[in-house]
């Protein structure tokens, strides 16, 4: 294999144009000023992390610059010593490192204590322990140095040493131990306890119950270093938790959120009890409360949330949280309501769900009061009355209590909060007879006021479809009679237009001064008239049908056909039939009048004409058939959703909770002998979460097995003098390119070098350095990519190099292109209908994709496309069953970049042939987006074809 590279920390990415030479630099050191210094040094350091070898420079920066007492030098000469190659071709140490570390000596005994504490920082990052032995008496009395900057620096120089070297400094443990009990600066106590707990925890549990009773006073750095030692001690000895849970319980009450948010985490991984748990999450509530960074409150917010997963049992602990979760609701922002709301709605049991309601209740009214409506007001209600649906529905005895407070939105101007009353106020009355009286008057107050068209069609079918007693019908039909005004409404209209509407109150003269250009004053006359417009007084449902939205006309006709034939069975009055019946007859007759003529803004369609025809019909005839299908079967329609969505909300469900499945002869392990375990090993919590932080959330082990091979691609053909393969790693927004390098040819490559660019909303973040390869020999490169969006990405380049021993030009082989699939960034999702379709209707691009495929089975090719796209069905299954030859269904999924994908599949069954015909339209916000899916989708029916 090629040589191992030096390890290096320093990463300096800068490119010279002008690159000096080596003998312009020795000038400029022995020759320059103090700034031509400081420039020739850093141009040294960046040739020299750029691969140069320049040994002929070390003499004359130790003759000439490692006397300079700037402190600018003493940096960048620190940045030097640690990248300059120490030792020589047979691993001794060159001979000119004895005058390098005795200037480091002098450093060490400097009077400036930064120079002191800087060069304690250097000789942590040392290698060598030939120039670390003669140092060490220094090292050591800089613990006794009078400045806090020094003695830190002081004690992580001891404890690096120690680590790599101890037989340099075999006491230091001790020592350590000696120096903490007599230092009082926080930040020199905080390095000198963590030198001990990773060198000598016995010292530093010694150190710990000497001073126990003292950590209150302690600087927060300090007690975060603490509560770290206590958890490792009792994750290994769990009989020592006794010692230590008394003292994390007080340093719950520190005056450091970090420390409190520590010791919360580790009092629940030291005790499972109640006590434990209830103070633990009373802390984190406290937390969000109290804490201005929104980010930090989703967080904290998320470990609240698995706390509760873990103890969901606890009912006490269920019931005192849902009233602290309460208070995070007085946070500003959006997704912090959000996400509370909805842990808020996990919490709720028979014993809080009334305090919960009522608590919900009182922010609905803040929303109220509030005159500065912006579009986080307006979504926070949206959010409060969601919550307070699912409180109505899950628990039918805090219906009472719900419905008053929302059918106040009704006349609000949210539309989206008042959709979601009305879908609320649906359902209710489907699932409790009991509320239907008091909820259908409450909605026939509201309707005179209500202002948003979509809300009132929503509201007229309601009151049309269960109103059901006499006095509400007459109650409805006046009603609609006071909000359509006189009838019929076009000759009412021409009266009103024929004669004189506008009243013109009478003259007035208006007298003011002016100054002419020569500047004399004159006086100036107008005469004025006011002129009073009544167009804004008509009624609501009026002022619509004059706007030309004719379909909530269509609404209104199917409410009264509904009213008319129902009023007929329970009213025993034919006369007052009869007169029910003409008044809604005419109110029709004049909508579709009204619509034929030119007094509204828009003339009425096709499709309207055709329906309220339809149901002047149906009471002119008001046949069986019809009846039937007016008065019962639309509720059992309505009936056999709400069923559905609660079959399609249960399926949901049941597939997001966690299954254990367990072998009859696995071990069983005891909760009280060893608490967190996973395959009978013990889990640090602390690391594990580390993990995930830095390497991300991992497939399971058989999507891992199934999945890692399909990553490899080939860049290169066998027959190239260069064979290269790479793996595709992608967490999250980055991609790991790790490219294997193979050397065919028994010729040594030298400066061979990964050129690497990109297509698409891709971004190469770090370029692969050049190396040396010998003869048949193989080594791996890394490269990294950052993603910005779901578009489809195209990685492509090549690999250059030139040949030892041959002049002429460098040698390129050109790689295969690698396409960055978009599945690895989709994962499936669910909304509304509702919110379906109004992303449907405002995302503009749209990809169009024909059926192609050699499936004959509808269900069978959909699902062949769900397994493709990693979409979700939002479609019930229930509407998908039967064998009609046609299906429809809408397919939703979302970008870990927040972006939505939206797709719909028609598709017929040709009876002669058996094959699929249609067509899968794809829309999303960016144009990107709709042509990846598309691409994917097409790809997919090729592959599936050829199989």
Request: proline letters at 3%.
């Amino acid at each position: 294999m090629a040589a191992l590279e030096q390890p290096c920390s320093v990463l300096i990415n800068v490119n010279l144009s002008d690159s000096p030479t080596e003998q312009s630099l020795k000038q400029d050191f022995e020759n320059g000023s103090t700034a031509v210094k400081i420039q020739a040094l850093k141009n040294a350091i960046i040739m020299m992390q750029a691969g140069e070898k320049m040994p002929g420079l070390l003499m004359h920066i130790i003759r000439y610059v490692l006397p300079e007492q700037d402190h600018t030098i003493k940096k960048l000469l620190f940045v030097f010593w640690e990248i300059v190659p120490k030792r020589d071709a047979a691993g001794k140490l060159l001979t000119e490192m004895i005058l390098v570390c005795d200037a480091y000596r002098k450093d060490l005994i400097h009077p400036n204590e930064f120079i002191r504490g800087s060069t304690l920082r250097f000789l942590c990052k040392v290698r060598e322990p030939e120039l670390l032995e003669p140092l060490m008496p220094s090292i050591r009395a800089c613990l006794d140095n009078k400045y806090s900057y020094v003695r830190r620096n002081a004690v992580l120089a001891l404890y690096t040493i120690y680590r790599n070297f101890e037989f340099l400094v075999p006491d230091a443990p001790e020592l350590i131990q000696g120096y903490l009990e007599g230092e009082q600066d926080p930040s020199c106590k905080r390095n000198a306890f963590i030198m001990l707990i990773h060198t000598d925890q016995q010292r530093a549990l010694v150190y710990l119950q000497s001073c126990i009773d003292e950590i209150g006073t302690f600087g927060d750095i300090l007690q975060l270093v603490i509560v770290e030692l206590i958890y490792k001690v009792c994750q290994a000895k769990p009989t020592e938790r006794a010692k230590f849970i008394r003292t994390v319980y007080n340093l719950l009450s520190s005056n450091s959120a970090s420390v409190r948010y520590e010791a919360a985490g580790t009092l629940v991984t030291l005790s499972s009890t109640p006590t434990a748990v209830k103070a633990a999450a009373k802390c984190y509530v406290e937390l969000i409360v109290h804490e201005s960074d929104n980010n930090v409150k989703l967080v904290v917010l998320d470990k609240l949330m698995k706390l509760q997963q873990d103890h969901k049992h606890d009912l006490s602990l269920q019931q005192e949280l849902s009233m602290d979760v309460l208070r995070i609701l007085g946070s500003t922002d959006i997704e912090v309501r959000r996400k509370t709301l909805d842990f808020l709605m996990s919490l709720i049991s028979l014993r809080n769900v009334k305090d919960v309601v009522s608590l919900l209740k009182k922010e609905v009214i803040k929303t109220y009061s509030n005159t500065d409506k912006d579009q986080n007001t307006k979504t926070y209600q949206q959010l409060l009355v969601k919550a307070l649906h699912q409180c109505g529905v899950k628990f039918p005895i805090t219906a009472e209590i719900v419905v008053p407070v929302l059918m106040d939105f009704l006349a609000e101007g949210n539309e989206k909060a008042a959709e979601s009353v009305l879908e609320f106020v649906r359902e209710a009355v489907t699932r409790f007879e009991n509320l239907q009286p008091s909820i259908i008057e409450k909605l026939l107050n509201s309707l005179p006021s209500i202002k948003s068209i979509s809300v009132l069609h929503a509201g007229l079918w309601i009151l049309g479809e269960y109103c059901t007693t006499e006095e509400q019908i007459r109650n409805m039909v006046d009603v609609v009679l006071e909000s359509i005004g006189d009838l019929p409404i076009v000759d009412t209209e021409i009266r009103e237009s024929t004669k004189d509407d506008t009243e013109t109150a009478a003259p007035t003269v208006v007298t003011t001064s002016r100054v002419t250009a020569d500047g004399t004053y004159a006086t100036q006359s107008a005469l004025l008239s006011s002129v009073t417009n009544h167009n804004d007084d008509k009624p609501q449902l009026r002022s619509f049908l004059l706007d030309g939205e004719f379909f909530l006309g269509a609404a209104l006709a199917t409410a009264l056909t509904k009213l008319s034939l129902r009023y007929h069975q329970v009213c025993p009055d034919a006369q007052a039939r009869n007169k029910l019946t003409a008044q809604s007859m005419l109110i029709l007759a004049s909508i579709m009048h009204l619509g034929k003529s030119a007094l509204p803004k828009k003339p009425i369609s096709d499709d309207d004409v055709d329906w309220l025809s339809l149901c002047i019909r149906v009471l002119n005839d008001r046949s069986p058939i019809l009846q039937s299908i007016f008065t019962r079967a639309c509720r059992q329609s309505l009936q056999d959703m709400i069923g559905t969505i609660d079959l399609t909300k249960l399926a949901l469900s049941e597939a997001e909770k966690d299954i254990v499945k367990t072998d009859v002869d696995a071990l069983i392990n005891f909760s009280h002998i060893l608490t967190n375990v996973n395959d009978g090993k013990a889990v640090d919590e602390l690391e594990l979460s580390l993990l995930q932080a830095t390497e991300g959330s991992k497939k399971k082990e058989s999507d891992v097995s199934t999945t890692a091979l399909s990553k490899v691609y080939q860049l290169t053909g066998f027959s190239d003098p260069i064979y290269a393969e790479a793996y595709i790693n992608v967490n999250q927004y980055d991609i790991v390119l790790d490219v294997l390098v193979v050397n065919q040819t028994p010729d040594t490559l030298q400066n061979l070098t990964l050129e690497l660019a990109t297509l698409g909303d891709l971004k190469l973040v770090d370029k692969p350095s050049p190396i040396t390869l010998a003869g048949n020999d193989f080594c791996n490169t890394k490269a990294q990519v950052k993603v910005a969006s779901t578009e489809t990405g195209i990685i492509f380049g090549n690999i250059v190099y030139d040949v030892s021993g041959v002049s002429g030009d460098k040698s390129c082989v050109v790689l295969n292109d690698i396409h960055i699939d978009i599945m690895d960034y989709i994962v499936p999702a669910s909304c509304t209908d509702t919110e379906f379709r109004k992303m449907w209707a405002e995302f503009e691009w749209e990809n169009k994709v024909s059926v192609q495929s050699n499936i004959t089975d509808m269900n069978q090719y959909l699902e062949h496309i769900l397994t493709s796209t990693n979409m979700r069905c939002l479609t019930p299954k229930q509407a998908l069953d039967g064998d009609c030859g046609f299906l429809a269904a809408n397919l939703y999924a979302k970008s870990v970049f927040g972006e939505d994908a939206l797709a719909n599949i028609s598709i017929e069954q040709l009876s002669d042939s058996g094959a699929l015909s249609g067509h899968i339209r794809i829309r999303a916000k960016s144009q990107g987006m709709a042509l990846s899916l598309g691409d994917k989708i097409t790809h997919s029916q090729k592959k599936e074809a050829g199989a």
